[in-house]
């Protein structure tokens, strides 16, 4: 199975929707784990006067962690799909949330502009088809020296922590989702992530970008060398290559 994209991607995340929250929730971590992604960000609390962009914000497991870690700070949470939207908007909460339909290669159109002190994207890049140009979006986007942190499935690059992600996958989160009518979705999920880049090739593609003092971060439990934090700053240079 190849990877979904785009159109067939959101109406794949909107059929899936219902049961988003519920297996985030079995997974050991995930909403922890978002957090400490949004502390890496460096900003101090509780943010106040601060504008954060949540890029795929989904049914707003990102966009809560950033609430508990920046409280006084205004976010703006966007995601392509209306299904985990409309759970996103469902739900209380506290402080100023905005959210938007859109997706992240057109945030302009959809009337989200920048500066941004920061962008937090949670479970996002390995799903868009230009990364490199979803970079130079949120790049414009931030202020001068603003902070990017991704949260990513990003494989370490050792066979080792491949073979616990397809064990995972195969053995727990496919069956589960293939029962709950979600097989599509999670499929992609394995795949995309076996496709993507590994952790070193990701953050050398955030600095090719043109943003500086790049780090890849590890999280702990299960997915130890699966899932990381990479932060960075806006470097002050546009300096990209290859576009
Ligand atoms: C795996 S979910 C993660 C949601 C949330 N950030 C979290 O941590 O739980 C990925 C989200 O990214 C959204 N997404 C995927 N491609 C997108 C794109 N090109 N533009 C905007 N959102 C996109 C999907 O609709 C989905 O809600």
Same mark, same amino acid.
């Given at each position: 199975m190849t990877v979904l994209r785009d159109a067939d991607l959101a109406a794949a995340f909107d059929r899936a929707a219902h049961s988003y929250d519920t297996l985030v929730a079995a997974n050991p971590g995930y909403h922890g784990h978002l957090r400490r992604s949004a502390r890496r960000l460096?900003? =101090?609390? =509780? /943010?106040?006067g601060l504008r954060v962009l949540d890029l795929g914000? /989904? $049914? /707003?497991a990102s966009t809560a962690a950033l609430a508990r870690v920046l409280p006084g700070a205004e976010i703006t949470a966007v995601d392509a799909s209306a299904g985990m939207l409309d759970r996103a908007m469902a739900k209380s909460w506290q402080g100023r949330v905005r959210f938007v339909c859109a997706p992240a290669e057109a945030l302009a159109e959809a009337g989200v502009d920048g500066p941004f002190d920061a962008v937090f994207a949670a479970y996002l890049f390995r799903n868009v088809a230009d990364p490199d140009a979803v970079l130079d979006a949120v790049h414009d986007l931030l202020a001068p020296h603003g902070r990017l942190a991704v949260h990513e499935y990003t494989l370490s690059g050792r066979p080792l922590d491949r073979a616990v992600w397809s064990a995972v996958c195969r053995g727990l989160v496919l069956p589960v989702a293939t029962a709950l009518g979600d097989g599509d979705l999670y499929r992609h999920l394995w795949r995309s992530v076996v496709d993507f880049d590994t952790v070193d090739r990701f953050t050398d593609r955030v600095r090719s970008? /043109?943003?500086?003092h790049v780090r890849a971060l590890p999280l702990p439990?299960?997915? $130890?060398?699966?899932t990381h934090t990479i932060v960075a700053h806006r470097g002050a240079r546009p300096g990209r290559v290859g576009r």
């Open positions: 460096g900003l =101090p609390h =509780p /943010g106040a914000c /989904g $049914t /707003g970008r /043109g943003f500086d439990g299960w997915q $130890t060398g699966i």
